[in-house]
């Protein structure tokens, strides 16, 4: 992958309704199936953000952990939509958080030669949004290295320093 840090950044938007939205794009030379597979195959979830235990269909619901974490803690997920290898949505509790029900839409597509992601999120209107920016960038920048070969991304310390300045962090 070759974007640059300022345009693998997530970028934050105000809907109409006050929520605000966090989406990132990426893209990969590699098949749509390929990337489908990084995105949710057993192994190589494990590779870059964490494990999901129970059913693998729309409405199936199972435990999603987040291994990367200083505190990897199981949390209810719920598959919301699945159409390989197209969409991907999933919401689960973030009970460590604090911050109630989270919800992600990860879509695939093609564009010529390349294969995009589209990762949205919302948050409650007024929400600052920017740690959980920072976050999903790190665990985007894993997901690189598990599809494109991109380099795996430090430890959070030295991320947060590299990347926060494009956040404004630092």
Known sequence: MTEDL???????????DGR?????????PDPIDDVWAALTEPDRMARWIG??????????TGTFTMTHEDEAVGEPMTVVECDPP?????Q??????????WRVDLDLSTEGDRTVLRFVQFFAAGADVTDY?????????????EVGGRPVPGDWDAFAAEVGRTYGRG
Do not use: C, I, N
């Open 20 to 28: 605000r939205r966090l989406e990132f794009r990426r893209s990969w």
């Open 51 to 60: 494990t999901y235990e129970g059913e693998r269909r729309p409405g199936g």
């Open 86 to 90: 197209r969409r991907l949505v999933v």
């Open 133 to 145: 920016a920072m976050g999903w960038h790190w665990y985007l920048d894993k997901f690189d290295a």
């Open 6 to 16: 300022d345009t693998r950044r997530g970028t934050v938007t105000t809907e109409d």
């Open 92 to 101: 689960w509790v973030q009970e460590q958080e604090g911050s109630g029900v």
